[in-house]
């Protein structure tokens, strides 16, 4: 997997292409950063009867306590810190803006998240909701309060007529003002893939076809949205959950799109082979950002795509053993590691003219 060189280049394009910029019409530019992570079972250290949590409690497998607690708080802090670079062009990036993350256990934790000393002093704020996932694990989203207002947020729960009793995580629609123009994001965690690929994937395409409405709601009410959909998918760009229940084809150029098509930000890493997670030795990329046809293009007199990078920094991979250079999980067969998560975070650089 080429994390570095690709990780290199792409900020590389982003140099070059920001140098253009400065040097066209001597117009200037504002970049924003929104990205997505799952913080893997992020649970606190207190008893919720209501879900499944046994696990992560002091006497549970795990022997998860308030060190244990804390160090996961504290890594992940770091990271959502360094996510980003120092400078692109003369633009400043220090951490995103906004971010969706899953496997949550509640409100509380996400609290406790953005008051370590690494995120403090940016003022984030947050929406989640509890949902119904039998662990107790949702989705959520952080941001900056000085970057971003939120306007409204709803939670959409997935229901399958065909399994009355299944239960998984909720959807999280939240729209708010981000550089001046009016952003809608949806934060996923589609169903695992729990018995095999194949036998799990109609759950994760009906919740495809879950965001998918909810896309094609914000469309109908203004067919110039700006709408991500985020999240850790379970599935890859490839996967018809993607392509065909989305409706964002395997394509990295967005001069290609179709009318009603989505562009999948991740695609183009995806085909060079990189990925956010790996199991068996085989790279996936689960975590995405798809976004509407009104977030790309050459216009920047409003918010555009500029970029999509997986932050695969190097103090993120396993050093030795088995696992060497996966993603540094904070427990694996048993053993506690003190990482971070069974996966990268990703995220989009967004520009607009100032």
Known sequence: MRTRKLGGLFFFLLLLA???????????YELGMVGFYNLENLFDTIDDPAVND?????????????TKYRDKLHNLSEVIARMGTDEIAGYPLHCPDILGVS???????????VSQPALAGYGFGIVHYDGPDARGVDVGLIYKKD???????????????????????????????????????????WPSRLGGERRSSPKREKAA??????????????????????????????????????????????????????????????????GTLCYRGRWNLFDQMLLTQALVGKDRSSLKFFG????????????????????LRTHAGGVYLNGYSDHFPVFTVFIKEK
């Open 18 to 28: 920001g140098s253009r910029l400065q040097g066209q019409e001597r117009k200037s």
């Open 54 to 66: 046994e696990e992560f409690l002091p006497r549970g497998s795990y022997g998860w306590n308030g």
């Open 103 to 113: 496997e949550v256990e509640n409100r509380r934790v996400l609290e406790d998240l």
């Open 147 to 189: 970057k971003f207002r939120v306007l409204s947020s709803r939670s959409y729960r997935l229901h399958d007529p065909d399994d009355p009793g299944f239960k998984t995580r909720d959807q999280l629609l939240v729209s708010g003002l981000y550089m001046g123009d009016t952003l809608h994001l949806i934060v996923n965690h």
């Open 209 to 274: 076809a879950l965001s998918r409405s909810v896309v094609d709601s914000l469309l109908a009410a203004n067919p110039q949205a700006k709408v991500i959909v985020m999240g850790d998918f379970n599935d890859d760009p490839y996967n018809n959950s993607v392509t065909q229940v989305m409706n964002a084809p395997e394509e990295d150029d967005y001069r290609k799109l179709e009318p009603g098509q989505m562009f999948n930000a991740s695609y183009g890493l995806y085909k060079r082979g990189v």
């Open 308 to 327: 999509f990078r997986i932050y695969n920094d190097p103090s993120l991979l396993q050093k030795s053993g088995r696992y060497a250079g996966y993603p």
